[in-house]
């Protein structure tokens, strides 16, 4: 966008940020309800009783089955907000909206080989239940441990990704500053809650709390207005 734009086409280009303000808040509420759905009331579940997934998760395949369906459909939409902002985001700041963009497409593949995991998870705990051995249990323990490491490394590139996203916002006032600086530092925090796990110690999930203050809040936004005529620095 530049000052030599006319009228009509400052016109248009608000209204296309307003309608790829609108898509993407729709498309961050796909997100932000189906997962809570898959990891809390479905697998939280099967993976905390007692035995954990091994001894569970046969009995429950539906359950476990529709979890990692919800888990790929969430990573989809990962991919589909990034390709939504693509056309948006390009024009503001090439390199920005590229690392979105890859960001968003590499949750897209964290998500589906963690889902994968799960679903690797029922067919071992299938297994075992038709015919126990010390083989399957060691198997098991290396699908589960794969399964969490893919869980967490999804985590910190979905920090990553939302990082990057309120940056943009930020920096061309796409929404209010002050939504888009929270969001930045919500992001971070999520990065630090999950960096613990790296070094053998719990994650700090107090640290996650913010980010869905900001979610919730930037959807609020979105879905009212959508995004204002960019401008940049």
Same mark, same amino acid.
């Given at each position: ?39 809390? $009331? ?27 369906? %919800?888990? !790929? ?15 948006? #985001?390009?024009? %503001?700041?090439?390199?920005? *909206?590229?690392? !979105? ?10 998500? &589906? ?16 239940? /038709? ?21 967490? &490394?999804?985590?910190?590139? /979905?920090?990553? &990704? ?7 916002? !930020? ?6 500053? *002050?939504?888009? /600086?929270?969001?930045?530092? *919500? ?5 630090? $809650? ?8 719990? /994650? ?18 979105? %879905?009212?207005?959508? #995004? ?6």
């Amino acid at each position: 966008w530049t000052g030599r734009q006319s009228g009509g086409a400052r016109m248009t280009d608000a209204v296309d940020a307003r309608r790829a303000g609108r898509i993407i808040g729709v498309l961050i509420v796909l997100q932000l309800v189906p997962a809570p759905v898959a990891n809390f $009331a479905l697998l939280a579940p099967v993976l905390r009783a007692p035995g954990g997934y091994l001894a569970n998760a046969a009995a429950y395949p539906l359950q476990v089955t529709t979890a990692a369906l %919800l888990g !790929f459909f969430v990573g989809a939409v990962s991919a589909g907000i990034g390709i939504t902002a693509w056309p948006l #985001f390009r024009r %503001l700041n090439q390199t920005m *909206a590229l690392w !979105f963009l890859t960001l968003s497409v590499l949750g897209f593949v964290l998500l &589906t080989m963690e889902n994968v995991g799960v679903l690797t998870m029922l067919s071992v705990s299938k297994q075992a239940a /038709a015919a126990p051995s010390v083989d399957v249990q060691a198997l098991a323990r290396t699908v589960g441990s794969a399964k969490s490491w893919l869980h967490y &490394t999804n985590l910190m590139c /979905a920090g990553a &990704t939302i990082c990057v996203l309120y940056a943009v916002l !930020f920096r061309f006032r796409l929404v209010p500053r *002050a939504l888009a /600086a929270f969001g930045m530092v *919500a992001a971070v925090l999520e990065i630090v $809650a999950v960096l613990p796990v790296y070094f053998g110690e719990r /994650a700090i999930l107090q640290l996650v709390a913010p980010l869905g203050l900001s979610q919730f809040a930037l959807v609020g936004v979105l %879905l009212t207005r959508g #995004f204002v005529h960019p401008r940049a620095e």
